[in-house]
Each structure stands twice: as structure tokens, then as C-alpha cells.
């Protein structure tokens, strides 16, 4: 049997009547290994070390910063532009984001894309991989962002309780 066919039933198995994209799951998942691979190769062809542990230091770091970058790619207003060819707009979503769906006029790549680009827990994925290959690769530049990132989402906080004390502050 083909691949295409066994993905076609493997397809009708397992989402039944809903739609869901398991082959462009299979391709961005692909990318992703690809990404992983490349990574790797060039850590390898420029003769950089990968640590036997990041400090903990760097992971809370890279946590806090891949925390906001996947919520500012994923939902912010401003980032809307990278998404909309695979989404479409909703409504609001509370401070500074929006909401939005996965567009059902498109093919299973651009669907499978669609849900990557609008979710956060799956961007995550993405952005801690390319961060933490940016601490081996690239390490004073990647702790500059990482450390920009982790500043913006404390400010977005503090934001939010400073506005939080002032509605408490006026009742």
C-alpha cells in the first residue's frame, strides 16, 4: 500500500467525520525534525559544543522568553499579518490579543500551519528549540533577546496588576 493511501486511511480512522490535517501534521512535523537535524549539523560543522546541561540560570531564561515570543507571535494584534493568511480574525481576546480560528478554505499544510502559528503551546516548541540551538550557536546574542523577551512579558505583568490596582484602588 502507498503512503499516500495508508496516511488517506489512517485519516478516516482517526478523526471519523472531522477534519484534521494528519498529513500536514506529518510534514510540519518533518519540518520540525529537518530544523532539529540542521541545527545540529551546524553546531557540529563550526565546531560547537553542546552542553552536557544548560544552567539553570539559561532555562529559566529561555522559558520566560519563549513564553512571551510564542504568546506575541501566537495572539498579539501586531502579529496578526504573519498569521492571516491561515487564520481569520474573531474578536478580541483580553490585553493587547486576539482571537482567531484556523480558516477552513485551505488545504492540510496551511491547516496544520494555521493551528501552529495560532497556538502558543505549539509555538512554544518551536521558538525554546530555536533559542536554546541560539544559546549553543549564537549564546551572547541569544541571552540579548532572551533576556529583551523575558523583560517584555515582566513588563506585560506588571502591567496588568498595575492596572488590576487601580480598578481596586477606585471602587
Given at each position: ?10 485519516r ?12 500536514g ?67 478580541p ?79
Amino acid at each position: 500500500m502507498r503512503l499516500q493511501e495508508r496516511i488517506g486511511r489512517t485519516r478516516r480512522t482517526y478523526a471519523g467525520h472531522e477534519r484534521r490535517p494528519i498529513g500536514g501534521y506529518l510534514r510540519t512535523m518533518g519540518a520540525y525534525g529537518a530544523v532539529g537535524l540542521t541545527l545540529a549539523g551546524i553546531a557540529k560543522a563550526t565546531g560547537r559544543q553542546i552542553p552536557e546541561r544548560f544552567s539553570a540560570t539559561d532555562v529559566a531564561l529561555i522559558s520566560a522568553a519563549t513564553h512571551k515570543l510564542s504568546r506575541l507571535l501566537a495572539k498579539d494584534a501586531v502579529t496578526s499579518p504573519l498569521r492571516a493568511p491561515f487564520t481569520r480574525y474573531t474578536g478580541p481576546a483580553g490585553a493587547a490579543e486576539v482571537a482567531e480560528e484556523v480558516r477552513d478554505d485551505q488545504g492540510e499544510m496551511k491547516h496544520a500551519v494555521g493551528e501552529l502559528v495560532s497556538c502558543p503551546f505549539c509555538l512554544a516548541v518551536w521558538i525554546a528549540t530555536g533559542l536554546s540551538a541560539g544559546l549553543v550557536l549564537a549564546p551572547r546574542f541569544t541571552r540579548l533577546l532572551a533576556t529583551t523577551f523575558t523583560a517584555v512579558g515582566a513588563s506585560d505583568f506588571l502591567q496588568l496588576a498595575y492596572t488590576a490596582a487601580k480598578k481596586a484602588a477606585e471602587r
